[in-house]
């Protein structure tokens, strides 16, 4: 072996070894801990308590319901978005998209401001009625629950549904209908197979977000609903570790099965792919009257369910419901550079969030490479270790960095290291996947032009690899920085005071009931999210549906 | 089957595209190609027949019947594409079979058509294969058998060999005519290769910028060119702008610069005209005294012959030249040209 070739393998062990030091070490010294040492319960206590098996019970069920509620929700309007052609049909789309990069106690304040007691529909209802007291209250408990994760999970059906659907060969389409099929036949035998695998990849991924969700769940469930990862939290922070393991353990092997069933079924969607050029569309105009009215009034619903709580984030960083009173107080705290106000957390937060996006990109790029390695077993190792991090619970892998890295390293009393290291690997699956996607579109013989003319490696890089594959740089940075700013999770644990980003504070203001502080954090962030969607969109020319 | 007409077709596409108006017929049976270079308008021409495209206006009849607003499904149109298009979460047997099963047939009658075509077209030994099982050339097969399975009336075939390697494209084009001929269905073939419109059509319509520019057989097409586009694409024939000068014994005498050649027809002495010269029809002159002036610009072997590009008066001709005499020039010789006065066609500027 020469070596250049021991150089690039060295390279491309980087994130594999990276990857096992910070996310696999940590979690499996804090199973192995937790389950063999404790303290607290043991695993079959854990398994027979009745607590957990609500929690788990409650877990999946909510995940299922939310589940179901973004397909039913989500599909119209992929196949709506995919088919017809109207009038600012870009910008709609763009719009229902936006909540899926939104850090979710974002998500939790806008939907607290939209359909909580005393929200903008309950204030309005409560007009109309005539009533003193609230009447609605659609952001808590159960129903707020399964409402927020649909709100947050419908993009991931728009997007991967109709993604799949602009890839149907229009001559398919049309063969079937010169041979007879009607327009329904056509969608059953024709269109619902070859969406079939788009529409299990983003059920199984929403099944996933909301299987593991801790910010909404925590922030909504008003303690007595949990799901795993809550309780997770709360066993650590019981110091019942013996629970806190046996819950992460169960979790993550749940979780593995369905990231490896979601990862199968990327490697299955083949076949009737062709020229994106010419999808068959039709205009809004060749639909009859009622299916007019229908597609009318499901934007409509769909807006005010997606679009309503981030208009009324606006209403919350104005409106202080303590005073009843219009105010600029939550925005005068973002400026106070005092401990407790918002100005460190917002310096924290841009801090954490570009070291980890640029973290996440060096090692998203190198997972991108291996994954289209032709090393025997690479591509699949990649393909597991990038999705890895969906899959863990982030409060263990928390605990974990903690414990292996923080503590041995005397990191305990200012640990924003490992929050970095942590909203970096939250970051990598999808880095990895927009970058692989954009050089799975460089025409490899540009490369072999490169050779022939007398590149060096680096050289190829630098000229010729990068600056094809820039656009997927630039949305996996987009979206590895949205989801590091919103990160919570791992955060709210490791981070001491003076480590606070956002989303933290936002939490904390509204468990404090500071509601113009929390509102205006979100706007904030709100603000800060919309401006990487639109750099996502402009670059990405609609590609980034794959991405997921 | 069906007698087809087309009558001024025309559609204009929002990036200011046009296409028409067409017209064409087809008789009972007759296999007509839609031939032209890329953009020329074929397969537009066609989607607008198939019912894809609805056009901006013109009519389309069916056996004397408008079917001009009539959905595609309702047309009783078979259709093999370029890109196949075969169902791939079917299997072989269900892809031909689909037309059957959504006209509501019984399985067993189903099940004789099917293998009636698969018998037909040599595919009985794929029917339980998956699409991705199956190659190219019985792709195509498959396709086609899917198209013929409700005995359409009209048969439209979107260049269907075109991503076939060509010993396979030739093979399928005699298949694909015996069976048009044995099953006598009318059929529309869209092809922008003209050896492959040749070898199988009984006419051809060459389509230009959106248009028809003559309608013929092989032969006349060949033979008598109307216009410099059809000289070009079909004969491969050398253009050369000239004048004529004169008559003699019943020939015309056209001016080149100095040269003179010689061709058939019946101008006017002093009309402009443009020539077309097969590159067959040229060769050079042993003699040392009687031919048209050249100079060589470049030999180029090809398969049997060479292809020498020569110019006459600063217009550029070609000339295969067989094997054993076209080796002996190199670019800079001053030849004379013979060319037969039957290969020259002459057409009369406007």
């Known amino acids: 072996m020469n070596r250049n070739r021991l150089v690039e393998y060295a390279i491309l062990s980087i994130p594999f070894v990276l990857l096992f030091v910070f996310l696999v070490l940590p979690v499996a010294s804090v199973l192995f801990q937790g389950l063999v040492y404790g303290p607290g319960s043991t695993f079959f206590e854990v398994l027979d308590s009745v607590v957990t098996q609500r929690v788990v019970s409650f877990t999946f069920i909510q995940a299922i319901m939310s589940t179901i509620l973004a397909l039913l929700l989500g599909l119209p309007g992929a196949i709506l978005f995919a088919k017809l052609r109207f009038k600012g049909k870009r910008y709609i789309r763009a719009l229902l998209i936006v909540p899926f990069v939104l850090p979710p106690i974002v998500v939790v304040v806008g939907f607290l401001q939209m359909f909580g007691s005393g929200g903008i529909i309950d204030s309005l209802l409560m007009l109309i009625m005539g009533s003193q007291h609230s009447i609605i209250d659609f952001a808590s408990g159960y129903v707020g629950i399964i409402l927020a994760h649909a709100f947050y999970n419908i993009p991931l059906f728009l997007l991967i549904v109709s993604s799949a659907l602009e890839r149907l060969n229009p001559e398919i389409e049309e063969v079937a209908e010169i041979l007879g099929a009607t327009a329904l036949q056509r969608f059953r035998r024709i269109i619902l197979p070859h969406i079939r695998s788009a529409i299990l990849a983003a059920s199984i991924l929403t099944f996933l977000f909301c299987f593991m969700s801790f910010p909404i769940v925590l922030a909504l469930g008003e303690g007595s609903y949990m799901t795993i990862e809550v309780q997770i939290w709360n066993a650590f922070r019981f110091f019942d570790y013996g629970e806190a393991s046996s819950l992460a353990l169960i979790q993550i092997l749940i979780t593995l099965v369905l990231a490896y069933t979601y990862m199968k079924l990327g490697k299955d969607d083949k076949g009737a792919s062709g020229p994106t050029a010419y999808s068959k569309t039709f205009p809004l105009s060749s639909l009859d009257a009622s299916m007019k009215i229908l597609a009318g009034v499901y934007l409509l619903l769909i807006l005010l369910l997606s679009i309503g709580p981030m208009i009324s984030i606006v209403r919350a960083a104005v409106w202080d419901p303590k005073t009843s009173l219009f105010s600029l107080e939550g925005f005068a705290n973002l400026g106070d550079p005092t401990l407790g106000g918002g100005f460190v957390p917002l310096v924290n937060s841009l801090f954490y969030g570009s070291l980890a996006t640029l973290f996440s990109l060096i090692l998203g790029t190198i997972f991108a490479y291996t994954q289209r390695s032709r090393i025997r077993g690479l591509p699949s190792l990649t393909s597991m270790m990038v999705l890895l991090p969906l899959g863990v619970s982030a409060i263990t892998l928390a605990y974990g960095l903690m414990i292996t890295i923080a503590v041995p390293l005397g990191l305990s009393s200012n640990p924003w290291p490992l929050i970095v290291i942590a909203q970096t690997l939250i970051g990598v699956p999808f880095s990895a996947r927009a970058i692989e996607i954009a050089m799975s579109k460089v025409d490899p013989a540009l490369i072999e032009q490169a050779d022939s003319l007398g590149a060096s490696t680096l050289q190829r890089l630098f000229f010729v690899e990068l600056p094809l594959i820039a656009p997927g740089l630039l949305v996996g940075a987009v979206f590895s920085f949205a989801m590091a700013i919103g990160e919570m999770s791992a955060t709210i644990f490791l981070a001491t005071p003076e480590n606070f980003t956002l989303a933290i504070t936002i939490y904390r203001d509204l468990a404090v009931r500071k509601f113009i502080e929390a509102g205006a954090a979100s706007l904030l962030l709100v603000a800060i999210c919309i401006i990487a969607f639109i750099v996502i969109e402009k670059f990405s020319e609609n590609g980034y549906g794959g991405t997921l | 089957m069906v007698r087809v007409e087309i009558n001024g077709l025309r559609k204009k596409f929002p990036d200011g595209t046009s296409i028409g108006p067409i017209d064409l017929s087809l008789e009972d049976g007759e296999m ?150 044995k099953l006598g269905i009318t059929t529309i073939y869209v092809t922008h290769s003209q050896s492959e419109a040749f070898a199988i059509s009984d006419r051809i319509a060459v389509l230009n910028e959106g248009t028809i520019v003559q309608t013929g057989t092989p032969n006349e097409l060949y033979e008598n060119p109307e216009n410099e586009f059809v000289a070009k694409f079909i004969g491969g024939g050398s253009i050369l702008r000239g004048k004529v000068v004169g008559e003699s014994r019943g020939l015309l005498e056209i001016g080149i610069g100095n040269a003179t050649i010689n061709a058939e027809g019946t101008i006017a002495v002093g ?80």
């Open chain 2, 32 to 181: 007509v190609t839609l031939l032209g270079p890329s953009g020329s308008g074929k397969t537009t021409t066609l989607r607008m027949v198939a019912g894809f495209i609805r056009p901006d206006g013109g009519s389309l009849l069916f056996d004397k019947t408008d079917v001009t607003g009539v959905p595609p499904r309702e047309r009783k149109i078979g259709m093999v594409v370029q890109s196949v298009a075969l169902f791939p979460n079917m299997s072989v047997f269900q892809n031909i079979s689909f037309a059957l099963d959504v006209a509501g047939w019984e399985h067993e009658a189903s099940v004789t058509r099917v293998e009636e075509l698969s018998e037909m077209l040599s595919i009985k030994n794929l029917l339980n294969r998956r699409i991705d099982e199956i190659s190219g050339g019985e792709g195509q097969r498959v396709a086609l058998a899917r198209a013929l399975a409700l005995d359409p009336e009209l048969l439209l075939l979107d260049e269907p060999f075109s991503a076939l390697d060509p010993q396979l494209r030739r093979h399928l084009q005699g298949e694909i005519r015996e069976l048009q001929q």
């Open chain 2, 271 to 350: 009309k402009n005209v443009t020539l077309s010269v097969k590159p067959e029809d040229i060769t050079i002159s042993e003699s040392t005294r009687i031919g048209v002036q050249a100079s060589v610009v470049s030999v180029t072997p090809q398969v049997g012959h060479y292809r020498i590009m020569l110019d006459i008066q600063g217009q550029l001709v070609a000339a295969d030249i067989p094997n054993q005499d076209g080796m002996k020039y190199t670019p800079g010789n001053e030849v004379l040209l013979e060319i037969s006065s039957t290969g020259v066609d002459v057409i009369e500027e406007r």
